[in-house]
């Protein structure tokens, strides 16, 4: 058991919290599929799914700036209460058979908007509740609980949908948001360095400096540029083109749960691998991570084979899990603690922002060249933008901050010591 979760304090409530909700946020993207197929079209669906995304680019920053104002811990209750009202009526519409497609379109807009000020906020409080030589291991334990989500997320969906149907599997994620919320009711996060500093600014004024801390920064600006290729042009390939390959050239749905399934795999071995990993240079490991996770679109496109594809996703899923994970960490420990919420919304807003928009233009490309061809591109544009990352001279800079390790820490003062310390 990792030293993070032995130990009774914040962490410990942070982390059976997130890994019960997670499992819900993944259930509830193929229970909402069937529901809305039920009701609507395959259109119908993009549209509910866009609606859930498109808030990350509207309200992502505003979330960054709130949470570091306000309180991170109040912005992540507040997101999941909502989420779960937001779950709770969508459960109540289908079960009662009242469910419009307009009423989802509106409802996963609500969720997508909580989700949205929820991220930046969930970045900023990690290092709140560990201490700082614990940080690498909190990121790479929740990181973990995502990818077993991943896997096991999906079964569950299937179990709950063949035994009762949608409506039934997204009441359990309604249940898993209030429960996330008593576990953040009950969490005492460490005051931040420096939280006080931005109370009494103006929002406008905690918007800039966030942008001031990312526009200082050349492995930030940088990295971030990486990233929203990765999701706007590798992404999509996973979400749309995948399983539309492997419907034409595969054994469609069966091939693709296997291959999601060994990528699923490989995330998990990522993410126990950075439970540990020694970290030098933490930037220059993410970019070179982000460079093994670019190739996941051309291995789609590969002609391998439902086994080759597999084997070679969990390599990639390997590299996405290191990737998130190091990202993570190293804007918590690169970055002012007062700001970290702010810098974190402005990598949400370019990745998860603009996702929709490559998920909306991939498919008319790929009936425009072809759909391999489109798959050869989407990777060659993600693995150069990571390559040209990780050529900047600051990224190999870049070092992790100094700090004794747990085992080295000094030992508390002997009794006199105390007295001798307390009369000077």
């Known amino acids: 058991m990792p030293a993070s979760l032995r130990e009774r304090g914040p962490f410990r409530l942070l982390f059976w ?8 946020d993944r259930i509830t993207p193929i229970a909402i599929a069937f529901a809305v197929l039920g009701i609507g079209t395959a259109t119908d669906l993009g549209v509910v799914l866009a609606a859930g995304g498109v808030p990350f680019a509207l309200f992502a920053l505003a979330g960054g700036v709130w949470a570091d104002r306000i309180g991170r811990r109040r ?36 969720y997508g908007t909580a989700s949205a000020l929820f991220m930046p906020a969930l970045i900023g409080l990690i290092p709140q509740t560990v ?40 009441a359990v994620d309604a ?23 931005g109370e009494h600014e103006s929002f406008l004024a905690g918007l800039r400096e966030g942008w001031s801390e990312v526009r200082s920064r050349a492995w930030l600006r940088w990295g971030l540029g990486a990233m929203s ?24 749905a069966s091939s693709w749960a296997a291959i999601v399934t060994c990528f699923g795999v490989g995330s998990i071995i990522g993410n126990v691998v950075a439970l540990r990993l020694p970290l030098r240079r933490p930037v220059a490991m993410a970019a070179f991570a982000l460079v093994g996770a670019g190739t996941q679109a051309v291995i789609i496109g590969s002609g391998l084979g439902t086994f080759g594809i597999a084997a070679l996703e969990l390599l990639a899923g390997i590299c996405v899990a290191l990737f998130f994970t190091l990202w993570d960490l190293n804007i918590q420990e690169q970055i002012p603690p007062r700001a970290v919420s702010r810098v974190s919304a402005y990598d949400f807003t370019v990745s998860m922002g603009l996702m929709p928009l490559g998920m909306a233009i991939c498919g008319p490309i790929a009936d425009a060249i072809g759909l391999e061809q489109t798959l050869r591109w989407m990777s060659v544009i993600g693995i150069a933008a990571a390559l040209a ?27 006199a010591e105390r007295e001798i310390a307390a009369a000077s």
């Open 175 to 197: 249940a898993t948001f209030a429960i996330s919320a008593m576990f953040l009711a009950r969490l005492r996060p460490v005051a931040a360095p420096e939280a006080d500093v």
């Open 229 to 252: 290729a990765y999701h706007v042009f590798v992404l999509p390939a996973v979400f749309v083109l995948g399983p539309t390959l492997a419907e034409r050239d595969l054994n469609g």
């Open 75 to 110: 912005i992540m209750l507040a997101s999941d209460v909502v989420r779960a009202v937001v779950q709770a009526a969508t459960a109540t519409l289908l079960l009662t058979g009242s469910a419009e497609v307009w009423m989802l379109v509106v409802l996963s807009f609500v």
């Open 131 to 170: 201490e700082p030589e614990r940080l690498q291991e909190a990121n790479a334990l929740l990181s973990l609980t995502r990818s077993v989500a991943n896997v096991a997320g999906p079964t569950l969906a299937g179990v709950l949908i063949a035994a009762s149907g949608s409506g039934e599997a997204i």
């Open 17 to 24: 919290g997130q890994a019960l909700s997670v499992i819900g």
């Open 389 to 415: 990352w990780l050529a900047q001279p600051s990224v190999r800079a870049v070092r992790r901050p100094r700090r004794r390790p747990p085992a080295e820490a000094a030992p508390p003062p002997e009794p």
